[in-house]
């Protein structure tokens, strides 16, 4: 076993898997967890170890919808881009959208940040506020 223990074991095993599927995630257990098919055989045999005996048990904290792929609109209803990317915090809150929104002519995106004051959700997509 590694040095560290149980947790250095799996840090071992998985990290070209924690690097090439993980980087930028906020858990990277999460993201072990949620890319488990697609771990290397060692990465994944580590991982199930360190799973405690009594997690099957444990019911997991619902998940939200993803936001990617969500048009965005306007404070006057008009579509004006795409959710590309969503940052949630601890509390599985979005902290920070990433989206793609067009040019006023029609040629091309412009890749930006958005704030969750700058917008509201609707069933189908988020608002920008006119703020």
């Known amino acids: 076993?590694?040095?560290?223990?149980?947790?250095?074991?799996?840090?071992?095993?998985c990290w070209n898997d924690i690097q090439t599927q993980c980087a930028g995630e906020s858990s990277i257990v999460r993201?072990?967890?949620?890319n488990r098919a697609t771990l290397s055989?060692?990465?994944?045999?580590?991982?199930?170890?360190?799973?405690?005996a009594s997690a099957a048990?444990?019911?997991?904290?619902?998940?939200?919808?993803?936001?990617a792929g969500a048009p965005i609109y306007s404070a006057d209803g008009l579509?004006?881009?795409?959710?590309t990317a969503v940052k949630n915090g601890l509390d599985g809150k979005p902290q920070m959208i990433q989206a793609d929104i067009g040019s006023?002519?029609?040629?091309?995106?412009?890749?930006?940040?958005?704030t969750p004051d700058e917008f509201e959700a609707r069933s189908d997509g988020l608002q920008l506020r006119a703020d």
Do not use: F, H, N, Y
């Open 41 to 52: 055989p060692r990465c994944q045999t580590a991982a199930a170890e360190l799973r405690p």
């Open 104 to 114: 006023r002519l029609g040629l091309g995106t412009t890749p930006v940040l958005i």
């Open 57 to 67: 048990s444990v019911p997991e904290a619902p998940r939200q919808p993803s936001l």
């Open 31 to 34: 993201c072990i967890s949620d």
């Open 1 to 13: 076993m590694a040095p560290g223990g149980a947790a250095g074991w799996v840090a071992e095993a």
């Open 79 to 83: 579509k004006v881009g795409e959710v």
